[in-house]
């Protein structure tokens, strides 16, 4: 097998496995993630271990930010933030909204900045965290998804939402399912590690036999 049709075959299979994960009822994160695609994260400003390193944390804050942005849209809100910016809304700040969406948004605020370290990242490192996720790990954003539907959905959830239900969603729904999202890439991040080595280990291979034929 010639090494350009080993890694068009390869990145075929990435593509399944992205499609079927975001199209199954369970999302599936068993997928070994392109090393190029992973390593420019950083846009080749780092090297050797410290790629990985950023790339992971990069990583752990975008599916967090993810996460609160599609618990966002299941409430029916429709607004957007800057993931980097903002400061953290005080108890006396929410009890003094007068809208449910002015109490959502200061709720979600405090959420935001506890969740995600805003402090590492500037905001267009953030964007490409997230738009990787949903490229190559779309079952990130549909296992968030899932989640909230599935709570608003409940038979005793309350038709019309008020503070009660937006900090049940906002502090104990989120907080379970951001915990079971980062145990996935958690395992997603020790697969990748070697599935990557055996996909270089094949490659490397392939491109000795292809000089031996030459040859």
Not at 59 to 70: F, K, T, V, Y
Not at 90 to 117: F, G, N, P
Request: glycine fraction near 4%; charge should be negative; include cysteine.
């Amino acid at each position: 097998m010639s090494v350009r049709l080993f890694i068009f075959l390869f990145t075929v299979t990435f593509a399944v496995s992205a499609l079927t994960s975001s199209n199954s009822t369970t999302p599936s994160f068993d997928i070994c993630l392109p090393r190029r695609e992973f390593e420019l994260l950083s846009n080749d400003i780092l090297a050797g271990s410290l790629i990985d390193f950023y790339n992971w944390k990069l990583l752990d804050n975008a599916h967090r930010a993810i996460g609160i942005r599609e618990l966002r849209e299941v409430l029916g809100f429709d607004f957007s933030v800057e993931w980097t910016n903002g400061c953290r809304p005080t108890r006396d700040d929410l009890h003094a909204t007068s809208t449910i969406e002015e109490y959502y948004k200061l709720s979600e605020a405090r959420k935001r900045i506890s969740a995600i370290k805003t402090d590492h990242f500037f905001e267009n490192q953030l964007l490409s965290g997230i738009e990787f996720l949903d490229n190559w790990v779309p079952a990130v954003r549909t296992m968030y998804r899932q989640k909230f539907e599935k709570f608003r959905g409940r038979p005793e959830a309350k038709l019309v939402l008020d503070r009660e239900e937006i900090g049940d969603m906002l502090d104990d729904e989120y907080g379970d399912i951001e915990e079971k999202v980062r145990r996935e890439i958690t395992m997603m991040r020790i697969e990748t590690k070697w599935c990557q080595q055996d996909v270089e280990r094949k490659i490397k291979k392939s491109e000795t036999t292809s000089k031996r034929i030459v040859e």
